[in-house]
């Protein structure tokens, strides 16, 4: 009897998986020669088409030896193994399409007669790091960072490449190549009559033949298994050999074939490519960079520009400058934006936190966004619809995307209750993505340990934005629910007032507790009532969800203004507040619980969100700050206006 086995080898060890096989079986796997198909002269992409299509991959297959590695995989292995002139020869006619690979892979393994301890040794003493060609990890990086999926197809085998995989993070299940079968005798095996180890026991004999990659027309096939899997409009293969041209030679294969010569040049292969390189840079430096504006420059805006500043300057995916819609004011005898530009930080919303010098404050809206690839919406939600009518009027790219970081509700009379992200795809024809989360602006920077969530439908998109708002100290997730997301940054504004309400009225931790729970509740409710096809109950427990609450609750400029409207038993007014104390920022919980309770009252769901509900009384006056305490009592009463018949806080306090 016997044994064949298949070997899976990581860094530094060995994993061998058998199957039985009758003993009347050859020790040399059948083969199966294929005429080759290839023409001498392809139709190429025009030239004028080529750029384009590359800036549009959705997917790069690369092939490893020679186009990611410097060498053959199984030419280094037969130097290793004392055989390399023999085997390089073998592969050179291959690779030039002069001897059947099926053929090369076979007589090349039958010189080398490798053993697994040798494979073994060959792995633990050739570090995937000193392989690489120059460039190639830069340019993968670069594609990962676009969310551009990544494939090794290959030749070689699954074995040796594995370790490089693993060095650029390619997953496994994007590898196609080849497998080594393995050959023993099972008497030996068993320890009879020797001294030898069962690694020095086992013996590569052949490949597996089921591989798509061990036959002719195998690499265009792996690209027809990778597009059934996954729905991709723009497939580019990268390689040197005369098996990657045909890659794009046939129905459903690559685009586009972009031949590498860094290594070794094949004439065949140049002459027939779309695009001949010798250095991955002239690639590189070919894909689009994503041009970066901002709508807005409060404190939070100033603050994330912190990350997208660094993230700008040190990514090759995004232009350097960001460009800042600044709404003009006079500060200390001088514009605001010349202030902005001069110190590289907003000296009015947020002093002392530096952004980079690639930050440019503009005062005209126009300029900023008409050629932006990205726009990040930062302004407050009261003058969004404003800004997004002057921004309809300019017109945008029509392939630009949005990311609003803006926490609120906009009341359309026509529409109705709407999302900040809504407002925006509907208002300038654009996919608008949600960045939401636990971020008091006065705390987000290089010493702080900070977090958010991504709300968005595309995942590409989703990623990109992940890219220009993720460091070390500010982590960013995505998440497909953008209203899940946004409805948790708008509603936790109403319920910090509720929670500034009792720490003002001195209520005590037990009770706030008992308000940010209730609360928690009814932005999970409300949002799910709103959207119950798309929101998701572990959306809150996300950075946007249950800890963005906490932040504002204890921290935030809404429980800030609501306690001290507590403290002073209402006798000052919200709008009064914000000026005395929020340095012109805007208070965001008074107008969001206004238009969230419009949407209670025309529902008739008052008594179903009594936190909410009660806020509302208190924000109209219609009740005492201290009443936060009883929201539990308030649902069976009127808590609407209601004729001239004087609210409660007016009898108390003389109104």
Same mark, same amino acid.
């Given at each position: 009897?016997?044994?064949?086995?298949?070997?899976?080898?990581?860094?530094?060890?060995?994993?061998?998986?058998?199957?039985?096989?009758?003993?009347?079986?050859?020790?040399?796997?059948?083969?199966?020669?294929?005429?080759?198909?290839?023409?001498?002269?392809?139709?190429?992409?025009?030239?004028?088409?080529?750029?384009?299509?590359?800036?549009?991959?959705?997917?790069?297959?690369?092939?490893?030896?020679?186009?990611?590695?410097?060498?053959?995989?199984?030419?280094?292995?037969?130097?290793?193994?004392?055989?390399?002139?023999?085997?390089?020869?073998?592969?050179?006619?291959?690779?030039? #399409?002069?001897?059947? !690979?099926?053929?090369?892979?076979?007589?090349?393994?039958?010189?080398?007669?490798?053993?697994?301890?040798?494979?073994?040794?060959?792995?633990?003493?050739?570090?995937?790091?000193?392989?690489?060609?120059?460039?190639?990890?830069?340019?993968?990086?670069?594609?990962?960072?676009?969310?551009?999926?990544?494939?090794?197809?290959?030749?070689?085998?699954?074995?040796?490449?594995?370790?490089?995989?693993?060095?650029?993070?390619?997953?496994?299940?994007?590898?196609?190549?080849?497998?080594?079968?393995?050959?023993?005798?099972?008497? /030996? !095996?068993?320890?009879?009559?020797?001294?030898?180890?069962?690694?020095?026991?086992?013996?590569?004999?052949?490949?597996?033949?089921?591989?798509?990659?061990? /036959?002719?027309?195998?690499?265009?096939?792996?690209?027809?298994?990778?597009?059934?899997?996954?729905?991709?409009?723009?497939?580019?293969?990268?390689?040197?050999?005369?098996?990657?041209?045909?890659?794009?030679? $046939?129905?459903?294969?690559?685009?586009?074939?972009?031949?590498? #010569?860094?290594?070794?040049?094949?004439?065949?292969?140049?002459?027939?490519?779309?695009?001949?390189?010798?250095?991955?840079?002239?690639?590189?430096?070919?894909?689009?960079?994503?041009?970066?504006?901002?709508?807005?420059?409060?404190?939070?805006?100033?603050?994330?520009?912190?990350?997208?500043?660094?993230?700008?300057?040190?990514?090759?995916?995004?232009?350097? +400058?960001?460009?800042?819609?600044?709404?003009? $004011?006079?500060?200390?005898?001088?514009?605001?934006?010349?202030?902005?530009?001069?110190?590289?930080?907003?000296? *009015?919303?947020?002093?002392?936190?530096?952004?980079?010098?690639?930050?440019?404050?503009?005062?005209?809206?126009?300029?900023?966004?008409?050629?932006?690839?990205?726009? +990040?919406?930062?302004? &407050?939600?009261?003058?969004?619809?404003?800004?997004?009518?002057?921004?309809?009027?300019?017109?945008?790219? &029509?392939?630009?995307?949005?990311?609003?970081?803006? *926490?609120?509700?906009?009341?359309?009379?026509?529409?109705?209750?709407?999302?900040?992200?809504?407002?925006?795809?509907?208002?300038?024809?654009?996919?608008?993505?949600?960045?939401?989360?636990?971020?008091?602006?006065?705390?987000?920077?290089?010493?702080? !340990?900070?977090?958010?969530?991504?709300?968005?439908?595309? /995942?590409?998109?989703?990623?990109?934005?992940? $890219?220009?708002?993720?460091?070390?100290?500010?982590?960013?997730?995505?998440?497909?629910?953008?209203?899940?997301?946004?409805?948790?940054?708008?509603?936790?504004?109403?319920?910090?007032?509720?929670?500034?309400?009792?720490?003002?009225?001195?209520?005590?931790?037990?009770?706030?507790?008992?308000?940010?729970?209730?609360?928690?509740?009814?932005?999970?409710?409300?949002?799910?009532?709103?959207? &119950?096809?798309?929101?998701?109950?572990?959306?809150?427990?996300?950075?946007?969800?249950?800890?963005?609450?906490?932040?504002?609750?204890?921290?935030?400029?809404?429980?800030?203004?609501?306690?001290?409207?507590?403290?002073?038993?209402?006798?000052?007014?919200?709008?009064?507040?914000?000026?005395?104390?929020?340095?012109?920022?805007?208070?965001?919980?008074?107008?969001?619980?206004?238009?969230?309770?419009?949407?209670?009252?025309?529902?008739?769901?008052?008594?179903?969100?009594?936190?909410?509900?009660?806020?509302?009384?208190?924000?109209?006056?219609?009740?005492?700050?201290?009443?936060?305490?009883?929201?539990?009592?308030? &649902?069976?009463?009127?808590?609407?206006?209601?004729?001239? $018949?004087?609210?409660? !806080?007016?009898?108390?306090?003389?109104?």
């Amino acid at each position: 009897m016997m044994s064949r086995l298949v070997l899976q080898v990581r860094p530094g060890s060995v994993a061998i998986h058998r199957w039985c096989l009758p003993s009347n079986r050859p020790s040399k796997l059948p083969l199966v020669l294929f005429s080759r198909s290839f023409s001498q002269q392809r139709s190429k992409v025009p030239a004028s088409q080529v750029p384009k299509l590359w800036a549009q991959a959705q997917a790069v297959c690369f092939d490893v030896d020679c186009t990611i590695t410097k060498q053959d995989a199984l030419d280094d292995l037969a130097n290793f193994l004392g055989k390399g002139q023999q085997v390089q020869d073998l592969t050179n006619a291959a690779m030039n #399409g002069d001897m059947d !690979l099926a053929e090369a892979l076979q007589k090349r393994l039958d010189i080398m007669e490798p053993t697994v301890d040798k494979l073994t040794a060959y792995v633990q003493s050739n570090p995937a790091a000193p392989r690489l060609v120059p460039g190639i990890q830069s340019l993968i990086q670069e594609l990962q960072a676009r969310n551009v999926d990544v494939f090794l197809i290959s030749g070689g085998f699954r074995e040796l490449i594995l370790p490089v995989a693993d060095l650029l993070k390619i997953p496994r299940d994007h590898i196609y190549a080849n497998r080594f079968v393995y050959m023993s005798d099972d008497a /030996r !095996l068993d320890g009879t009559g020797t001294t030898e180890s069962v690694s020095q026991l086992i013996r590569v004999t052949g490949f597996d033949p089921s591989q798509v990659t061990s /036959r002719e027309g195998g690499k265009p096939e792996a690209i027809r298994q990778i597009r059934s899997k996954k729905p991709l409009q723009t497939v580019v293969m990268i390689g040197d050999g005369i098996t990657d041209l045909e890659a794009a030679e $046939e129905t459903g294969g690559a685009d586009l074939f972009i031949g590498y #010569g860094g290594v070794v040049a094949r004439p065949r292969v140049q002459e027939n490519a779309d695009w001949w390189i010798t250095d991955y840079q002239e690639i590189l430096d070919a894909l689009p960079r994503f041009k970066v504006a901002m709508v807005g420059s409060g404190a939070f805006a100033s603050a994330v520009l912190q990350m997208i500043s660094q993230n700008a300057r040190d990514k090759a995916i995004f232009q350097d +400058i960001v460009d800042v819609y600044v709404y003009e $004011e006079d500060y200390h005898g001088a514009k605001l934006t010349s202030a902005i530009n001069q110190q590289h930080e907003n000296p *009015k919303y947020l002093p002392g936190v530096h952004f980079g010098d690639n930050v440019v404050a503009n005062p005209d809206l126009e300029s900023t966004v008409q050629d932006a690839d990205l726009i +990040i919406f930062c302004a &407050p939600h009261q003058f969004m619809h404003s800004l997004c009518k002057q921004i309809q009027l300019i017109g945008v790219k &029509p392939t630009a995307k949005a990311i609003s970081l803006t *926490k609120g509700i906009h009341i359309s009379p026509e529409q109705g209750p709407q999302l900040m992200s809504s407002m925006i795809h509907r208002m300038l024809n654009i996919e608008c993505s949600v960045l939401m989360g636990a971020n008091l602006a006065g705390e987000i920077g290089p010493n702080g !340990l900070c977090e958010a969530t991504i709300g968005s439908r595309v /995942r590409e998109q989703g990623h990109v934005f992940q $890219e220009l708002f993720d460091t070390d100290y500010f982590h960013v997730s995505v998440i497909p629910d953008i209203e899940g997301a946004e409805m948790a940054g708008a509603l936790k504004n109403v319920v910090a007032l509720a929670a500034g309400f009792a720490d003002g009225c001195d209520l005590g931790q037990n009770a706030k507790a008992v308000v940010l729970r209730q609360g928690l509740s009814e932005m999970r409710q409300f949002a799910k009532a709103m959207y &119950p096809n798309t929101v998701r109950d572990e959306t809150f427990f996300e950075s946007c969800g249950v800890a963005d609450l906490i932040a504002t609750c204890y921290g935030g400029r809404n429980h800030r203004v609501a306690q001290e409207f507590a403290k002073q038993r209402g006798r000052t007014s919200f709008s009064q507040l914000e000026t005395d104390l929020l340095n012109g920022q805007k208070l965001q919980g008074v107008l969001t619980s206004e238009e969230v309770q419009s949407v209670l009252s025309s529902k008739g769901w008052q008594n179903q969100y009594p936190l909410f509900s009660t806020v509302n009384a208190i924000v109209r006056g219609r009740l005492e700050p201290k009443d936060i305490s009883r929201f539990r009592e308030l &649902p069976g009463l009127s808590l609407e206006s209601g004729g001239e $018949e004087p609210s409660l !806080l007016e009898k108390t306090i003389g109104f």
